[in-house]
C-alpha cells in the first residue's frame, strides 16, 4: 500500500480530515496532516486492520526557522505485520508550538517526546512526565533549534560579553553553507 | 499488637557504576531486595553530535555518527551514508555493497562480543569476558588493517568506501571466520548450560511482544519476545536477499532468551560474512564513479591538473546533496537503525537524527525491573544491550 492508499483508507476512517501526500525518496510513505487531527488519525493508523502501525519507531523534529511554519514533527510508523511504513508529519508554528501527546497510544512516545520537547522546545499537551530529557533538569533555551546559538565568529573585546546583533548571527549560520546548481 | 512498620529505602544506582554499561544513573526505591520504583535518568554523555553535524559537510559527519554507538560505529557510518546516498540517488557497485555487508556483519560480531562478554561477566561469569575480549581483539587488528582505526575506522564514504581493501583483509577476516565457531562452542560451554547463569536469567525481566512493540523495540529483545521483524529481511538492501540465512525468533521474551537469540545471530553473521567473502572479488571498484563525491586516486592527484582540481574541490567545499529528507533503515547490532537526514540543498546538513535503539531499550528498563529483585537489575540491564553513547548521543 503507498501513500494513497493509506490516505483513502484515512479520509474513509475520519471523513473532514484532511490529508496531504508528499512525494518521497524513500521507503516510507509521507503524509501531512493539521496538528489538531493528529491523536486522531494516529489512533485510526495504530487501530485499523488494514493499516495496524503497531510501532512507533522514531519520532523527531525539524526547524525551518526562519520560514513559517517553523517545525515539522515527524513520526515514522512501522506496521510489522502489513508490511507498512509511514511518515506522517505535522507543522507547527513557530510560536508557542504544541501538539497533543501519543504517549496513550505507544509507550515508545514517552522519552521520544521528551526529547524533541528538550532539544526543540515543543510541548506535547498531556505527556504524563514533560520533563527535559538529555540537557540538566536547569538548562536554559533549546539547543537543536537553529536560533540557539552555536558557532560565535567574532573577534573578542576584553571586559564585554560576546554579544551578537540577530543579522550577525543569521550571517554566521548561512557564512558556510555553498549553494550550488 | 501494633502493625509493623516498613520503609522503603531510595539508593542511587550509578550515574559511575562498572554495570552500567556508560553513565546511568537508576534511582531505585527498594522493599527489602523488591524494587518498587524505577527511574532513569540519562544525558551524561549528551554531546550534541546531532546539532554539530549541522555545521559540517556531509563527509565530515561520518566521524561524528560512529562515535554514537561506540560499539557499532560502522553500523552508524554505513546507515547515515546510506541516507546520504539516498537523497543523492546513487546507485553502488555491486562490489561495495558485498564488502559493505561483510564489514556490517563483523561489525554486529564485534557488538554482540563486548555484549556476551560484559553481560557474562555481570551476572558473575568473569572469565566469559576474557574469552570474548580475545575473539574481539581479532576483530579490532581487521579494523586496524581496514583504516589504521581500531574503534572507529571511518572506512564508510557516502557513494561507497574511503579506499580498497588492504592487501590481505580477506584472508585475514576468513582466518577469523573459521576460528569463531569453536571459541563459541567454549562461550556455550560456560553459560548455556550453566545452572547458576540460568537461574539468574531465565524468567528474568520478560516483557511480552505486544509491550515490546508499543515500546518500539525492533531487534534484538523485540525478536527474543516474538515480533519476527528483521530489516534485512522485511526491506532488504545492500543485495541482503541474495544471502541465505536466517532470522532467529524466540518468545520467551526473558533474558535466557535474549542470550540465546544473540548467540545465533552471531553464527548467522558468520554464515553471511562467509558467502559475502566468496563474492567480493579481489580487485575492483571500491566507489561510485561520479567526480562530485568520490576523490581522485592519490596517484592521480599527483601527476594531473584535473585530478588536483577535483580533489582540492572536494575536500574544501565538499558536495551539494539535494534538498528533501530520507530515512533508510538497517539492521545494526541492537535493532532497526537509521538516519533521519534533511538538506536543504546546501553542502552541510540541515538535520542528522539517529534512530537511537539503545534509547528505546533504555526507557523499557523501567518496566523489566520494577516488581523485581535487586539483583536482576544488573542481569537486565546487560540483557537489553544499551550503549549509553548511543542513548544520548
Known amino acids: ?181 | 499488637m501494633p502493625e509493623l512498620r516498613t520503609e522503603t529505602m531510595t539508593v542511587n544506582m550509578g550515574p559511575q557504576h562498572p554495570s552500567t554499561h556508560g553513565v546511568l544513573r537508576l534511582v531505585l526505591e527498594l522493599d527489602g531486595e523488591t524494587i518498587r520504583s524505577a527511574s532513569p535518568t540519562i544525558g551524561y554523555l549528551h554531546t550534541g553530535i546531532e546539532k554539530t553535524a549541522e555545521q559540517k559537510k556531509w563527509q565530515q559527519v561520518i566521524p561524528l555518527v560512529e562515535r554514537m554507538d561506540y560499539l557499532s560505529a560502522q553500523s552508524n557510518s554505513m546507515a547515515y551514508c546510506m541516507s546520504v546516498e539516498k537523497l543523492l540517488g546513487l546507485e553502488l557497485p555491486q562490489r561495495v555493497k558485498d564488502i559493505r555487508i561483510l564489514i556490517a556483519e563483523l561489525q554486529r560480531i564485534n557488538s554482540h562480543l563486548v555484549w556476551l562478554g560484559t553481560h557474562g561477566m555481570e551476572v558473575g561469569a568473569v572469565s566469559v569476558l576474557f574469552y570474548c575480549l580475545r575473539e574481539r581483539e581479532l576483530l579490532l587488528n581487521l579494523n586496524e588493517r581496514l583504516a589504521g582505526f581500531r574503534f572507529f575506522p571511518s572506512y564508510m564514504r557516502v557513494g561507497g568506501l574511503r579506499e580498497d581493501l588492504p592487501r590481505g583483509y580477506l584472508a585475514e577476516a576468513r582466518q577469523f571466520l573459521e576460528r569463531l565457531p569453536g571459541k563459541m562452542a567454549e562461550y556455550e560451554d560456560l553459560l548455556t548450560k550453566n545452572e547458576i547463569y540460568i537461574r539468574r536469567t531465565k524468567g528474568v525481566g520478560a516483557i511480552t511482544r505486544e509491550e515490546a512493540l508499543s515500546y518500539g523495540l525492533l531487534g534484538p529483545i523485540g525478536r527474543a519476545a516474538g515480533i519476527d521483524y528483521d530489516v534485512r529481511k522485511a526491506y532488504p538492501y545492500l543485495g541482503y536477499e541474495t544471502y541465505d540465512f536466517k532470522v532467529p525468533v524466540r518468545t520467551e521474551g526473558d533474558v535466557y532468551a535474549r542470550y540465546l537469540l544473540r548467540l545465533d545471530e552471531m553464527r548467522e553473521s558468520i554464515k553471511i560474512c562467509l558467502q559475502a567473502l566468496e563474492r567480493i572479488a579481489p580487485v575492483g571498484e571500491y566507489a561510485v564513479a561520479d567526480p562530485r563525491i568520490t576523490p581522485p586516486p592519490k596517484d592521480r592527484v599527483y601527476t594531473e591538473m584535473e585530478a588536483l582540481i577535483q580533489h582540492f574541490l572536494i575536500y574544501s567545499q565538499g558536495f551539494t546533496v539535494p534538498a528533501g529528507e530520507a530515512y533508510v533503515p538497517v539492521e545494526g547490532p541492537r535493532g532497526e537503525q537509521g538516519f533521519t537526514v534533511v538538506s536543504d540543498g546546501t553542502n552541510r546538513p540541515m538535520r542528522v537524527k539517529s534512530r537511537a535503539p539503545s534509547l528505546l531499550a533504555c526507557q523499557v528498563l523501567e518496566r523489566l525491573i520494577v516488581n523485581g529483585q535487586i539483583a536482576d537489575v544488573i542481569a537486565v540491564i546487560g540483557s537489553i544491550d544499551v550503549v549509553m553513547g548511543d542513548v544520548d548521543r
Do not use: C
Open chain 1, 1 to 181: 500500500m503507498d501513500a494513497n492508499g493509506i490516505a483513502e483508507v484515512l479520509a474513509a476512517a475520519l471523513p473532514g480530515v484532511a490529508v496531504e501526500v508528499a512525494p518521497t525518496v524513500d521507503l516510507q510513505s509521507t503524509l501531512y496532516i493539521e496538528s489538531e487531527h493528529l491523536l486522531s488519525v494516529l489512533q485510526a493508523l495504530r487501530d485499523r486492520a488494514e493499516l495496524k502501525f503497531e510501532v512507533l519507531a522514531e519520532m523527531t523534529a525539524v526547524d525551518y526557522w526562519p520560514r513559517e511554519p517553523r517545525f515539522e514533527v515527524i513520526y515514522l510508523l512501522i506496521s510489522v505485520e502489513n508490511r507498512l511504513r509511514l511518515r506522517l508529519k505535522v507543522r507547527l508554528p513557530g510560536n508557542d508550538p504544541h501538539v497533543g501527546t501519543a504517549t496513550g497510544l505507544w509507550s515508545s512516545a514517552n522519552w521520544l517526546e521528551r526529547e524533541i520537547w528538550d532539544m526543540f522546545g515543543i510541548a506535547f499537551d498531556g505527556h504524563p512526565d514533560p520533563r527535559r530529557l538529555l540537557m540538566p533538569e536547569d538548562w536554559e533555551g533549546h539547543p537543536a533549534r537553529k536560533d540557539y546559538p552555536v558557532q560565535i565568529r567574532k573577534k573578542p573585546e576584553s571586559g564585554s560579553p560576546t554579544q551578537l546583533t540577530a543579522e550577525e548571527f543569521r550571517a554566521n549560520l548561512l557564512k558556510d553553507r555553498l549553494v550550488r546548481k
